[in-house]
């Protein structure tokens, strides 16, 4: 429309801006509004009117997740710890957004730290379900996942380290995509667990997910985790693609883990899949119990390390009046920090001390080794794996409260791909009784997202819905 004259870069801005009034009192997506984003709009109109030409996504707002660094807009984390933090540059992937003339319209709510699956841990806010208020959105890109949900933005960036983008996804009803590890630089990302973590999508469908994703990827010299390769166009090679497709459907994600709704809508569009000419394939992948337990090891691990940083002094929050540097150490971080970091700061600190690094350490990353090449060999017969998203009934807010360990043992889908650096993408198949959404989880080989794509836009183009 914006191409065609239809409509202008700061009309739609405008429109957006009209929905988050009405809609934000509720849902509670954003944490900063960008206050740049009218004047973004305008270059985008000026440009248009004299003729330049600019990326598809040029004029369309796309809401950031608030651990990706922004230049001049507030980066809080969703924790106490940044409240103030002002970053003096911009994350790789917003370089690319803003090189595309996209409207930045904010910031968004999320776990604190990306830690937890419901945007229950941020420091600041609740974010609701915009399919049903009284339901968390999912983690920790909740924010991300009901901005684009109920019309508040377009398109949002989110990131994966465990599930955080698919989780979101899944239970807002949009498609979430996690690329495959070394594909989108983390350049500005702030660091959780370094070594599974990827900035992913979240958007509204397969063919708005390829024009994000296809800006965002690709080679960055200062992030030295991506890998220099070239990237197909994958907006010109979308097609429906399910005549042939072979997924891969292994029992350990069908198990006593996911609920009999989740597991009954998840089969029944794998079913509607193979009427419309793909294959389902048997396959096993005995690793994956496993996957939580390792997953929580490394993730905590490495966010031990990541988070040293925030003493006060060299990042973050400092606690006012302290009379010594230890008290000055101890009040900023136990101020600035919230219970679900704490938890996994001390976790991580105790599987890496002496003592206890060859007994968890260790054995998590042998764990992590075995789930990748199980996973090598699933797709020697099967070009994508096939699971839920999140294999329980959806959380109410404030409502029925999971322990910490049951909310980890419900990441059991989706840490795997994680683990093993794999692209993995969400689509909505249906609903639950309360209207809540229930995603479908595709897993793809290492770069194929163009396989997991097309499988998506293959799957909208039937219906997508596995309810009755
Ligand atoms: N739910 C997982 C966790 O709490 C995943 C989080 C993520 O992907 N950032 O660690």
Redesign the pocket.
């Known amino acids: 429309m914006l191409r065609r004259k239809m409509c202008t870069a700061s009309e739609i801005l405008a429109d957006i801006k009209r929905r988050i009034s009405e809609k934000e009192s509720e849902i509670g997506a954003y944490i900063t509004l960008n206050e740049n984003a009218e004047a973004e709009a305008e270059l985008v109109d000026n440009a248009l009117a004299e003729g330049t030409e600019l990326h598809p996504l040029a004029g369309i707002p796309i809401a950031v997740k608030d651990n990706i660094s922004t230049k001049k807009i507030r980066t809080t984390c969703a924790s106490k710890m940044l409240e103030d933090y002002i970053p003096s540059f911009d994350a790789a992937a917003v370089e690319k957004l803003r090189a595309a003339n996209a409207v930045i319209i904010g910031k968004t709510n999320m ?1 604190e730290f ?4 419901s945007t229950e841990n941020s420091a600041f806010k609740v974010t609701r379900n915009p399919h049903n208020p009284d339901f968390i959105p999912g ?3 909740g924010g991300s996942a009901a901005a684009t949900a109920c019309g508040e933005t377009i398109l949002a960036l989110g ?7 698919r ?1 979101p996804a899944s239970l807002c009803g949009v498609v979430g995509l996690k690329p495959t590890y070394g594909s989108v630089s983390r350049y500005g990302l702030i660091a ?2 370094s070594s599974i ?1 990827q900035i992913g999508t979240l958007a509204r469908n397969a063919e708005d997910t390829v024009l994000l994703y296809g800006l965002i990827c690709g080679h960055d010299r200062r992030d030295a985790t991506t890998v220099n390769r070239s990237y197909p166009d994958f907006a010109a090679k979308l097609r429906n693609n399910l005549s042939g497709l072979r997924i891969g459907v292994p029992p350990e994600y069908f198990g006593n883990e996911a609920e009999d709704t989740v597991k009954a809508v998840v089969m029944r569009t794998l079913h509607a899949m193979e009427r419309n000419g793909a294959k389902l394939v048997k396959i096993s992948l005995p690793g994956v119990k496993h996957a939580v337990a390792a ?2 090891v490394i ?1 905590s691990a490495e966010a031990s390390s990541n988070l040293a940083r925030f003493d006060g002094v060299r990042f973050g929050r400092r606690a006012k009046d302290c009379s010594n540097l230890r008290e000055m150490y101890v009040r900023s971080r136990s101020e600035g920090f919230g219970d ?1 970091v704490k938890r ?1 700061i001390m976790l991580g600190t105790f599987v890496l001390s002496e003592g206890y690094y060859d007994a968890y350490y260790k054995k998590a990353k042998l764990m992590q080794l075995k789930i990748s090449s199980e996973f090598d060999s699933a797709f020697e017969s099967c070009d994508v794996i096939a699971a839920p998203v999140f294999p329980v009934k959806a959380i109410k807010i404030g409502g029925r409260d999971m322990s910490p360990a049951e ?2 043992a419900a ?1 059991i889908c ?2 795997s791909a ?1 683990l093993a650096g794999l692209p993995a993408i969400s689509t909505p198949c249906g609903k639950d009784g309360f209207g809540v959404p229930i995603g479908i989880q595709l897993i793809g080989k290492q770069f194929g997202e163009q396989t997991l794509l097309n499988a998506v836009y293959g799957l909208e183009q039937i219906g997508g819905a596995g309810n009755d």
């Open positions: 776990d990306a830690m937890g699956s983690g920790s890109s990131s994966d380290t465990g599930g955080s983008v989780q959780f667990a973590e997953y929580y993730a679900e996994r909310r980890c990441d989706t840490v994680n």
